[in-house]
């Protein structure tokens, strides 16, 4: 054999070797990402293990921090249920399009037909879309989650406390039972929820295996750790932390079964998982409640304590694993950023959020957004965040003032403070916001005043009695 002959031979071996296993990622990698979107109610930013949580232990969160990237800047739009979901499924602050607290039973409004959800984004694509939990975006049937992009719906309306009697606080509420949906049908009433935490991971598993084949979009949408507290016996008594932390390991396992389902089908090199929390901790149910230590305050508060969350994003191979990102971000950037990663459309109508990619990838620190701002009851605008700083302008808010908060599922009394001054804090420096130093940056202050003057004339500010120009109306029911 000659050495042309040979060194052919050779040449083509070599080329064959290397061009194989770019096939075969090609193959792995193929067709638009599943999405799971794992949202838990009233989850204070401490509790979870690798958020520093020094007595719930979570190790299916963080293995799966550990898989993508922990967000430690991450917020929910409003500290309180109705809100954040509406924001995290259209991109928009929910006074932009008219959702605001949270709408109790029998409410005449809800998420207008005409604002365009993640999964009706994703199901123009070709997806399958379910969502297995709570909705509260609506309750009559105009505004229920069939409506709303979803193939399928199993859970619960809205939250749940909202029905009659409470056991453990012996109290009678004027509300209607607690119905548990399947799809459009009312299958049942709920007095011991215990079990629904482990039927939503067995429905969510399911799903999954069902639409292996094809993309898919997962909304499980936890009812706990809302109070009150269910958890069922498998977990009951197994946490440091009392009957709270029981219930965070019983959503831990859930995560981790959701994990395990995409990984035994392969299909985990192309699915993103998102974990995160609609608001902070309810901090007057105190051992009933979550932690948002070292954050200041809790849930319906402005405070980092009622809007700053857990969030851990999972996409591997396109997501590096391992990593901590500090930018500020928030809620408002996932249905954006999930239209890059799907390929899919934008909504026709203006939204907020933005494509954050390039930063979950770590190719930039830098936040798409100049600014994120934080409205609460009604339409307040009440904060800015911006770069290192935190503005609060006067208002009014919720606190124990250092008082314990309840215990065996009672609540304690809310004091409403006052602030009748600007507030300024340098979270890079001052995380508990203990520091007011707006007399000392004024340039700052400034700076922000500009900005929020921008934004109060698109969305509006009642604080101020102004009107946003470009909101948009809720649905209201025929």
């Not at 498998?234 to 440091?240: A, I, N, V």
Request: net charge negative.
């Amino acid at each position: 054999m000659t050495k042309s002959i040979v060194l052919l031979l050779f040449t083509t071996l070599v080329l064959s070797c290397n061009t194989a296993p770019k096939k075969a990622a090609e193959t792995t990698s193929s067709g638009p990402p599943n999405v799971i979107l794992i949202f838990t109610d009233d989850q204070g930013y401490n509790d979870v293990g690798c958020y520093g949580s020094p007595d719930i232990e979570t190790p299916n969160l963080d293995a799966m921090a550990q898989e993508g990237v922990r967000l430690t800047n991450f917020y929910a739009t409003q500290p309180i249920c109705s809100a954040s979901r509406a924001a995290i499924l259209t991109g928009c602050y929910p006074n932009r399009i008219g959702i605001h607290l949270a709408l109790g039973p029998g409410n005449t409004t809800g998420l207008h037909l005409e604002e365009l959800t993640m999964a009706e984004m994703l199901k123009n694509q070709g997806y399958a879309t379910a969502i297995f939990g709570k909705w509260h975006l609506g309750d009559h049937p105009d505004f229920m989650p069939n409506k709303q992009g979803f193939d399928e719906f199993y859970g619960i309306p809205y939250s749940n406390d909202m029905w009659p009697y409470h056991p453990e606080q012996g109290t009678v509420f004027d509300f209607p039972p607690l119905p548990l949906y399947e799809n459009e049908k009312i299958i049942d009433t709920l007095v011991d929820q215990s079990m629904l935490t482990t039927q939503l991971t067995e429905r969510s598993v399911s799903f999954i295996k069902k639409n292996k084949a094809n993309p898919f979009f997962l909304y499980v949408a936890h009812p706990q750790p809302h109070v009150p507290l269910f958890v069922s016996d498998k977990f009951k008594g197994k946490s440091k932390r009392g009957r709270y932390g029981d219930v965070i390991m019983e959503i831990d396992w859930s995560v981790g079964q959701i994990l395990e389902t995409i990984k035994t089908l392969g299909i985990d090199d192309n699915t993103v998982v998102i974990f995160t929390s609609d608001n902070g901790p309810w901090l007057s149910y105190g051992e009933h409640a979550g932690s948002a230590h070292p954050l200041r305050e809790g849930k319906q508060t402005a405070w980092e304590g009622g809007q700053r969350e857990p969030c851990i994003i999972r996409y591997p191979n396109k997501i590096p694993a391992n990593q901590v990102i500090n930018t500020p971000l928030m809620s408002i950037d996932i249905l954006p950023t999930i239209a890059h990663l799907t390929q899919s459309h934008l909504p026709e109508k203006e939204i907020d959020g933005k494509n954050i990619t390039v930063v979950l990838m770590r190719k930039t620190e830098d936040s798409p957004h100049e600014a994120y701002y934080f409205y609460y009851n009604i339409n307040e605008l009440h904060g800015v965040r911006y770069k290192n700083w935190k503005l609060y302008y006067p208002r009014t808010y919720k606190s124990l003032n250092g008082r314990e908060g309840g215990k065996g599922g009672f609540p304690a009394v809310y004091d409403f403070n006052e602030v009748n001054e600007i507030q300024l804090f340098d979270l890079s420096k001052d995380i508990g916001e203990s520091n007011n130093v707006a007399q000392l940056y004024p340039e700052v202050v400034q700076t922000i005043a500009s900005l929020a003057n921008l934004k109060r004339t698109e969305l509006g500010d009642s604080l101020r009695d102004l009107e946003g120009q470009e909101n948009r109306p809720a649905g209201v029911r025929k």
